[in-house]
């Protein structure tokens, strides 16, 4: 493993860890690292019994990491904060607009997490 890929792999298992303990619907967590982005999925619990589960996979880019792992312990807690908090707010929003009557078609939601939306600042030049 490089050392970018390490930095990675330790940001999307502590965002992994952080939607499972923050979420008490999440049932599951799951994440991978690839050259140029994060993705973690994770299952919640329908929010009634007869819908199924609902999937959510969120990706941050390689810049969105490499600006995580370079902000001060402060901005990384606000950037968690920001990201339980925006996860939460997707996931209901998303479930409102996409149910469908069989519940094993839906497709996952897919979030996008960029520097700005955890009130990061860019670190290249």
């Known amino acids: 493993m490089t ?3 390490m930095v990675s792999a330790v940001v999307a298992q502590k965002w ?6 923050c979420c008490p619907e999440v049932t ?8 140029d982005e994060i993705a973690i999925t994770a299952w919640f ?5 007869r819908e199924g589960r609902e999937v959510v996979e969120v990706v941050a880019s390689a810049t969105t990491i ?11 807690f606000r950037a968690d904060s920001k990201l339980i908090e925006f ?13 469908v009557a ?6 996952p939601a897919y979030l ?10 860019s670190h290249r030049a």
């Open 45 to 49: 619990r329908a929010s009634k019994p």
């Open 16 to 21: 992994a860890n952080l939607l499972a303990s």
């Open 87 to 99: 996860v939460k707010k997707q996931r209901l929003h998303s479930a409102r607009e996409q149910w």
């Open 102 to 107: 069989d519940p094993e078609s839906r497709e």
């Open 3 to 5: 050392g970018n890929t």
């Open 112 to 121: 996008s997490i960029t520097s700005p939306r955890l009130g990061l600042y």
């Open 28 to 35: 599951r967590t799951q994440w991978h690292v690839a050259s």
């Open 66 to 76: 490499d600006d995580y792992s370079r902000a001060s312990d402060v901005a990384q």
